[in-house]
């Protein structure tokens, strides 16, 4: 069977590509640690060694509290855009990293900061883009550097603990201006339906898209950035019939070697949102693997957004919230103050947070469980009854809020017991009818990765997004 030759087409170019050539620079190789200073806070200890050609910073932290960092003077002039990258691997709990970037006189000190870093065991790259160094500390308004004097590397207590983490391979890299680059892309792809050019997927017109032909077989849409540029991520619009069920998002600097930067193995159709943090590439590829009913692919769009739009968790669940009706995502995320109250067993450290919408996070920084009705055959979230928080008897601390409309009811309380250090937190949900007609209700406890407290109010944490890692029954 003869193939048929990949259809490539130009998008609406407004701008002429042009070439630009990356300065790489290496800071630090970790041959010797020459210059290299480490500190610590009170009762923190740390030491700072060669390993294997790389810098290896074994750190012990106190019961409470605690950094350590290490320190070297740099001489960097920073261009228009640029990034800095390392290689990091580590032994250790999950704790907070902080790259800094520190000026002339160390008026002013920039972060890059991890929060909650899980080490990883094999050597990871880790890249520092200027559109994520926010200000530290110091004078300068929130402004970006232009020069750098010295940078520092910092660990702060997560989970605290000790452990050893190695550093190596410390580089500067001048990348091209930041730029419009939205409808200057080139599109191909590997077939296409008459009518349906993949051209399409970038038009912003939701009723025109791409299709393939080939049936069941892989098909890929290709996007040409023309020069490498950073982005945070894709929104794809798939064909409401047609769609990927499994697919992989590659990135290349040349067109010719791939490297796998997002996988999906349930693909249910609709709209997809794509996590890519600090992503940079010159070309895009969308692989699709296998298909719905196994009569080819189609996507109606596809957005390319820019680093704000994966700058945080947070902020990625914030863009999607904004898609969804009120209430299928926490309130913080849709700019409304939620509300709560601490439980816990008296003198224990361990505290759960009771939301004034009923959601219950079990832990500091832990995941929550959120309830909804299915009555009437419609799901009902806090958003879409009247709550209303309470004591028990009115002064007791054992806290309450009440659901209700005119037909159900639902009371979520807490309370915990047992002694301090081994206490149980306790959960009940009693759902009541308030309506003189028989009906159906079923109560579902979702188990959620968000916590109760918003982003905004950090209480030396950082509130929002709280990864699942893993589920077991």
């Known amino acids: 069977m003869m193939r048929r030759p990949a259809l490539a087409f130009l998008v609406l170019v407004a701008v002429a590509a042009f070439a630009f050539a990356a300065e790489e620079r290496v800071l630090d190789d970790f041959d010797r640690l020459s210059g290299w200073k480490a500190s610590a806070s009170d009762d923190a200890a740390v030491t700072v060694s060669p390993d294997e050609g790389a810098m290896r910073i074994d750190f012990a932290f106190p019961p409470v509290g605690g950094y350590v960092t290490v320190h070297k003077e740099f001489a960097v002039e920073l261009p228009e855009n640029w990034a800095f ?140 950035l023309l020069r490498d540029q950073e982005y945070g991520g894709l929104i794809i619009d798939w064909d409401p019939e047609d769609y990927a069920t499994s697919y992989q998002l590659q990135t290349s600097e040349d067109g010719e070697e791939w490297a796998i930067a997002y996988l999906s193995t349930w693909g249910n159709g609709g709209r997809d949102y794509v996590y890519m943090p600090d992503a940079h590439s010159r070309y895009l590829r969308l692989l699709m693997q296998s298909s719905s009913r196994g009569e080819g692919y189609g996507i109606n769009g596809i957005q390319i957004e820019p680093f704000e739009f994966s700058r945080t968790p947070n902020d990625f669940f914030q863009a999607i919230a904004q898609d969804a009706p009120p209430g299928t995502f926490p309130k913080y995320f849709y700019g409304v103050q939620p509300y709560w109250t601490v439980v816990g067993a008296a003198g224990d450290d361990k505290e759960a947070l009771l939301s004034d919408d009923g959601v219950l996070e079990i832990e500091k920084e832990s995941f929550t469980i959120e309830p909804f009705l299915f009555a009437d055959a419609k799901l009902l979230g806090s958003s879409a009854v009247e709550t209303r928080p309470s004591l028990e008897g009115g002064r007791l601390p054992i806290p309450s809020v009440n659901w209700r409309n005119e037909k159900v009811g639902l009371t979520v309380t807490a309370f915990a017991a047992g002694e301090a250090g081994a206490s149980t937190l306790y959960a009940r949900y009693r759902v009541e009818s308030r309506s003189e007609v028989a009906q159906r209700v079923t109560l579902y406890l979702a188990v959620r990765p968000f916590q109760v407290v918003p982003p905004w109010q950090s209480l030396n944490m950082a509130g929002g997004v709280s990864p699942i890692s893993e589920l077991s029954s």
């Open 85 to 224: 990258t390392f290689r990091l691997r580590g032994e250790a709990p999950d704790n907070h990293l902080e790259f800094k970037l520190i000026d002339p006189g160390a008026k002013n000190v920039w972060r890059r900061t991890y929060r909650d870093l899980h080490f990883p065991r094999d050597w990871e790259e880790m890249t520092v883009q200027k559109a994520r160094v926010d200000l530290a500390w110091g004078k300068a308004s929130g402004g970006k550097p232009t020069r750098v004097a010295a940078l520092e590397i910092a660990i702060s207590t997560g989970s605290g603990g000790r452990g050893s983490v190695w550093i190596d391979d410390l580089r500067f890299e001048e990348r091209a201006p930041a730029s419009q680059y939205y409808r200057t892309l080139e599109v191909k792809a590997s077939s296409a339906l008459p009518g349906h050019d993949p051209a399409n997927v970038l038009d912003g017109d939701p009723t025109t898209g791409w299709k393939s032909g080939g049936g069941r077989r892989e098909q890929w849409v290709q996007i040409d």
